[in-house]
């Protein structure tokens, strides 16, 4: 199915509320938060897109947080973006655990790392970072401890600081094969 037609048919099954764009052959619907279960739910038993791929969120500071989830259709051999925003006061969007098992632990893991809720989950447990972690570490006002300590752009490697550098000789740079070291040539 092309883009083209793929947005066709979002429109039937979706109606003319949702924001529908392409890029690339990519087709992205913006759902409202209220019927984002609705809408999944919707593509998933209308149009096919029975795999669930990915869900993650991005964070768009003053704006909000996305949350983006990506299905994709075995049999039709298309895929699909579903977005909806949530603000920053109000950082929850309602469970997929529902429509698609597997959406549980990438909802547990958004929920960590962005701080977003995610109302009608079964258990929102944490899951990667560990006991008494504070703070949520994809969020881009989240400070990076080790920017602090050493600044931007650090070292490249273990002890390759820009102090480490000063206080050391330089490496003697080596040459491409072929060519002769400066003071050689005849």
Avoid at 117 to 144: C, I, N, Q, W, Y
Wanted: charged fraction near 25%.
């Amino acid at each position: 199915m092309t883009s083209d037609e793929l947005t066709l048919r979002l429109r039937e099954v979706l109606g003319d509320e949702m924001r529908v764009a392409s890029s690339y052959e990519v087709v992205t619907v913006d759902v409202p938060r209220p019927g984002w279960v609705a809408a999944v739910t919707a593509v998933r038993d209308l149009l096919g897109l029975t795999l669930f791929d990915l869900l993650t969120a991005v964070d768009e500071l003053d704006a909000g947080f996305d949350v983006v989830l990506r299905l994709w259709s075995p049999g039709g051999r298309f895929g699909l973006l579903l977005r909806t925003r949530c603000p920053r006061d109000d950082a929850r969007v309602p469970s997929l655990a529902g429509v698609f098992g597997g959406a549980g632990w990438h909802e547990r893991q958004v929920g960590e790392m962005f701080g977003i809720a995610f109302d009608g989950h079964p258990g929102m447990s944490p899951l990667l970072l560990p006991d008494g972690f504070e703070g949520h570490p994809l969020r881009k006002e989240f400070v990076l401890a080790a920017r602090v300590a050493k600044p931007w752009p650090g070292a490249k490697e273990p002890g390759e600081s820009d102090l480490d550098l000063a206080a050391a000789p330089p490496r003697r740079k080596n040459l491409p094969p072929g060519v002769p070291r400066p003071g050689t040539w005849p």
